[in-house]
């Protein structure tokens, strides 16, 4: 299963790639499609992770009102 999902995401590296070099023009088109992923991805880490990151956010924020006081 691990094979195929390193394949799946291989090949989609290599079409990204092939967008993103592309000399007809289509570069606009490969960027719009990266930062779709790079958004969708980081929604997906914000949702699972969005416990441990107020937390951290929290302990940050009661670390520098204590240096404050």
């Known amino acids: 299963m691990m094979t ?3 394949n799946k995401i291989r090949m989609m590296g ?3 790639r092939a967008i993103l070099c592309n000399s007809l023009g289509d570069q606009m088109t490969g960027w719009l499609i990266v ?5 969708v ?3 997906v880490f914000m949702t699972l992770y ?7 956010w929290n302990s940050i924020v009661a ?3 204590n ?3």
């Open 4 to 6: 195929t999902l390193k």
């Open 14 to 16: 290599l079409k990204a």
């Open 35 to 39: 930062v779709l992923i790079v958004v």
């Open 41 to 43: 991805v980081g929604a």
């Open 50 to 56: 969005q416990g441990s990151i107020t937390q951290i």
């Open 63 to 65: 670390k520098i009102t």
């Open 67 to 69: 240096l404050l006081n």
